[in-house]
């Protein structure tokens, strides 16, 4: 496998644009390229599309999945939800083997439905069960905003004060990433005081893949619930839900999902919780028994698994765009695209090292296991017009402030070219 290593050995090859091309050709999943609409530039030539991490690219599939459901609204009306090829009263249903897979879960333990903040917030309505004593919450220094101010308002929401009641998973003075022995010593020192962890499995900011087994582990021993935000993990790395024995987690599904912006987030809940009915939650119709729920008049009679935290019937144009993403991955699988994610972005990082510029740092773990597709670079003085003229040039990352850009070559539909044409761009533009 090339990883970074294999590169550095490989001082005879050329690493060029021709050892670009032969990986291309060598790729055995770079036919999905073709099943993606790439925007172009007003010469017809692709951008180098490289914030997978924020929006997706548009399967040229999604189309006609929509298409189908929007023929058996205008054929059937209401008669839809059960007589549409594929009848909208399950049709959550069709997602859920496809995205237990990606997320290495069980499938009572995987459901699609609102998004990633409300889900967050349902979660935690059940599994952020706070005593006068234990109710602290720890989130990373650098969490996304809208999983701080969830947290935040969580606290608030049962009277405590949200600066008191938040501790922050910090990196050591000088550091970017987080070291895990760190957390150990904040639960050594007051996990009699936290009620949950809660984490970003995948690090918007420096895109450090953490071990959520191991925080897991960690927050058990003290009695916490653990809870994961996958936003960025789902769909770019491994991990392995069920046998983490994290309590819950969300993710959204417009990123490395493709699924469309603002489409439906995924929710898991561990197998086991999926029994407990004492569990308080907020409930919905859709949480209710599926034989008894259009019998009206019932007292609630939750579904067991991730299922009975539904409210609404969801939203089928934005299930069928899942859809369409999911079938392709189940087709491609998480493995190739794994082989092929640590290959590319491998070569990434040894093209970035090769330009030896110390106006440029890659934050981002070199370990493969420590990281997925993304690649952080911190630019020093915080120039952002490095980052314009790169997307000038139709090289769309982005930005995070203060002083990072996110690049994110994504196995579906990337090329080791692209890479390295990126790669070149960005040495023209630090030259300069
Ligand atoms: C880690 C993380 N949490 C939360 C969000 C917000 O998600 P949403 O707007 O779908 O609730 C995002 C991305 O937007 C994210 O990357
Ligand atoms: N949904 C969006 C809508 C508009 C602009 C950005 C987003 C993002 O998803 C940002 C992403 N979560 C991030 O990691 O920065």
């Not at 008669?79 to 997320?103: C, Q, R």
């Not at 809660?198 to 959520?212: A, F, K, P």
Request: net charge negative; aromatic share 10%; with cysteine.
């Amino acid at each position: 496998m090339l990883t970074t290593q294999n590169f550095i050995q490989l001082t005879n090859y050329k690493l060029g644009l021709d050892f670009a091309r032969e990986q291309d050709q060598n790729d055995a999943i770079s036919h999905y390229r073709n099943q993606f609409h790439i925007p172009k530039d007003k010469h017809g030539n692709d951008w180098l599309y490289f914030t997978g991490n924020s929006l997706g690219l548009q399967p040229k599939n999604t189309k006609k999945y929509i298409q189908q459901e929007l023929d058996d609204w205008a054929d059937f009306g209401v008669e839809g939800h059960f007589e549409a090829k594929n009848p909208w009263m399950p049709y959550h249903e069709f997602l859920t083997d496809s995205m237990a897979k990606i997320v290495g879960a069980k499938p009572i333990e995987v459901v699609v439905m609102n998004t990633l903040t409300t889900n967050l917030h349902l979660l935690m309505v059940s599994f952020y069960q706070p005593t006068k004593t234990k109710y602290k919450i720890v989130i990373e220094s650098d969490a996304f905003p809208s999983d701080r101010y969830a947290v935040q308002t969580q606290l608030e929401f049962h009277g405590f004060d949200a600066n008191e009641g938040l501790i922050e998973w910090k990196p050591r003075k000088g550091e970017e990433l987080l070291n895990i022995e760190d957390l150990e010593a904040i639960l050594n020192e007051q996990g009699d005081e936290i009620a949950l962890l809660l984490i970003g499995g995948v690090n918007y900011y420096t895109g450090q893949y953490l071990d959520i087994k191991k925080i897991a582990e960690l927050g058990h021993t003290k009695n916490c619930m653990v809870g994961i935000d996958l936003a960025h993990g789902a769909g770019n790395i491994n991990p392995d839900l069920h046998n983490s024995g994290v309590d819950f987690a969300a993710w959204c599904t417009y990123k490395y999902l493709n699924s469309g912006p603002g489409s439906l987030a995924g929710l898991f809940v561990h197998e086991k919780h999926a029994h407990n009915t004492k569990l308080k939650r907020f409930a919905g119709w859709w949480s209710h028994n599926k034989d008894t729920r259009f019998n009206m008049r019932q007292p609630l009679d939750v579904i067991p698994g991730a299922e009975g935290w539904q409210l609404s019937n969801p939203p089928i144009l934005s299930m069928a765009a899942i859809k369409a993403s999911l079938d392709m991955f189940n087709e491609v699988g998480m493995d190739a695209l794994r082989k092929k994610s640590e290959q590319l972005t491998g070569y990434f990082e040894f093209l970035l090292n090769e330009l030896n510029n110390d106006q440029i740092k890659i934050i981002t773990p070199s370990n493969p296991n420590e990281r997925g597709c993304q690649l952080s670079i911190q630019v020093k003085n915080a120039d952002k017009s490095l980052h314009k003229k790169l997307t000038e040039a139709h090289i769309i990352t982005d930005w995070r402030e203060p002083d990072v850009i996110r690049c994110a070559p994504v196995p579906l539909y990337n090329t080791f070219e692209d890479v390295y044409r990126m790669v070149e761009k960005l040495k023209t533009i630090l030259n300069e």
